[in-house]
């Protein structure tokens, strides 16, 4: 079964600073997908970046980055020059592969979120 | 914009009283998907449709139904709304590929219902 872990519930950070949210998992599958996604308060789940297991490279999407360890099992995110608009819920996810003989398309497994506050 | 679109963004209703809520997508993704988000949680898996294909979570109340009449809409129905079903409902879509590695969901800005 998979899991995704985020072992920080809240998380404080100042403007234009640098900030790391952290994003453990578990699975057996060789192959899968790790997403981050920010939630504000107005509810809407945006998409920020991907990284899939067999890319060689972390993924950067403009400020965000993710810093793959997969030998740790770990996805953590860094979003770098903080800015006022990044406080929110940010969730870690994996994608799990169809079951055999199964139809699991791309769902996801979340983890619990970490809210983030920035600072002025 | 290509785009993910619900309607509507605040349902009141009455306990009992049946509601659906409409999910609309302009991305011409194969797969879309039905969640419940209930407050500081993550949200749940209700089900997803894999173009006709419909797919149950194991743990969905009997409660919740969906449709999707065509590529572009999907809808969901809660028969009789109790108010432990008061929560954030979140549409998303993705496209699959077949032995594909990236299949990024996309969501809807989200129905919140009220259940009086």
């Known amino acids: 079964a998979q899991k995704i872990t985020q072992t920080q519930p809240g998380m404080f950070v100042q403007e234009k600073e640098a900030v790391t949210l952290d994003c453990t998992y578990d699975?057996?599958?060789?192959?899968?997908?790790l997403f981050w996604y920010k939630q504000p308060s107005s509810g809407e789940m945006i998409f920020l970046i991907y990284q899939g297991s067999y890319d060689q490279q972390n993924a950067t999407e403009g400020r965000y980055s993710l810093n793959f360890q997969k030998a740790r099992k770990s996805a953590n995110l860094v979003i770098s020059a903080s800015q006022l608009g990044d406080s929110a819920m940010y969730f870690c996810?994996?994608?799990?592969?169809?079951?055999?003989?199964?139809?699991?398309?791309?769902?996801?497994?979340f983890g619990q979120g970490t809210i983030l506050t920035v600072h002025p | 914009d290509a785009m993910v679109i619900q309607n509507p963004r605040y349902q009141v209703t009455q306990f009992g009283k049946p509601v659906t809520l409409s999910c609309s997508q302009t991305l011409n993704h194969n797969v879309m998907y039905w969640y419940q988000q209930k407050s500081s949680q993550a949200p749940k898996l209700l089900f997803h449709?894999?173009?006709?294909?419909?797919?149950n979570e194991a743990d969905t109340p009997d409660n919740f139904q969906s449709r999707r009449p065509n590529t572009s809409f999907c809808f969901l129905d809660i028969r009789s709304p109790g108010l432990g079903d008061a929560a954030m409902y979140l549409c998303?879509?993705?496209?699959?590929?077949?032995?594909?590695?990236?299949?990024?969901?996309?969501f809807g800005p989200g129905t919140r219902l009220t259940v009086l």
């Open positions: 449709y894999y173009d006709k294909d419909f797919n």
């Open positions: 699975t057996s599958d060789p192959s899968y997908g």
């Open positions: 998303a879509t993705s496209r699959f590929i077949s032995g594909g590695s990236e299949d990024t969901q996309y």
């Open positions: 996810a994996m994608r799990t592969l169809p079951e055999a003989g199964g139809t699991s398309y791309g769902k996801l497994t």
